[in-house]
């Protein structure tokens, strides 16, 4: 059993609508989470980062964090033809582990004009 | 600032040859992480260098490589290529007081034939 774990999708939503992203996790002393997008061909983009528990907000994007469930979400509102991306979550023990990152294998989304 | 920057971007080695790829990392991050992307795997952790030190490794052979230099630039070897090394080879930076909010370059696509 993979670390993390997260849908591949593909989603497909229309312009517009409320996107929600998942990752389920088991190792519990993960207490960095991290949300990147990926467009074909390019390098991660880092678009959230937690640390522990709680909610964050930038823009139209929404990142949660519930580690009791071990369950963090990324929603992203009013969503454009532009997000059509990979978006993959990522996490670390920080503390002898700083610096590796433990990735999602990536939801592919597409959304439709 | 400019970005992580990595050389080459493409790369066609043949099995049993070994490569040598390069990262410059945002100005001012001295902590540089290398991570291995395929279809198959997604992104994994390859190694992690901060001031000079590896401080981290991932779950890779030895002829997985690196090392970094005094001024942050980081390099990453792989030697007696296989046919599994085939890859997106991605370099990313982060600052010293987060380690975990990586920065990532454009990637070395690697094929090797």
């Known amino acids: 059993q993979k670390e993390v774990e997260q849908d591949p999708g593909p989603l497909s939503v229309p312009e517009g609508a409320i996107v929600s992203l998942n990752c389920t996790y088991s190792n519990s002393a993960f207490q960095y989470f991290m949300w990147y997008r990926q467009y074909s061909r390019k390098g991660p983009e880092l678009l959230m980062y937690t640390y522990s528990s709680g909610n964050k907000e930038d823009g139209r994007f929404t990142a949660q964090v519930d580690k009791s469930s071990k369950y963090i979400s990324l929603f992203i509102r009013d969503s454009q033809p532009s997000d059509s991306a990979t978006y993959l979550c990522a996490m670390s023990a920080g503390s002898g582990n700083t610096g590796k990152l433990i990735f999602g294998q990536g939801t592919t989304l597409q959304v439709k004009p | 600032k400019a970005g992580v920057t990595q050389t080459p971007r493409y790369l066609i080695k043949t099995r049993g040859q070994q490569v040598t790829l390069s990262c410059s990392p945002i100005s001012g991050h001295r902590s540089v992480s290398w991570y291995q992307q395929t279809p198959g795997q997604g992104l994994q952790f390859l190694f992690e260098?901060?001031?000079?030190?590896?401080?981290n490794k991932g779950n890779f052979p030895g002829r997985f490589s690196g090392r970094q230099f005094s001024n942050s630039r980081s390099e990453m070897n792989v030697s007696t290529l296989e046919l599994g090394d085939s890859a997106l080879y991605l370099c990313?930076?982060?600052?010293?007081?987060?380690?975990?909010?990586?920065?990532f370059g454009p990637g070395t696509r690697l094929l090797v034939l």
């Open positions: 260098y901060f001031s000079e030190t590896q401080r």
């Open positions: 990313a930076s982060s600052p010293d007081t987060v380690r975990e909010t990586q920065y």
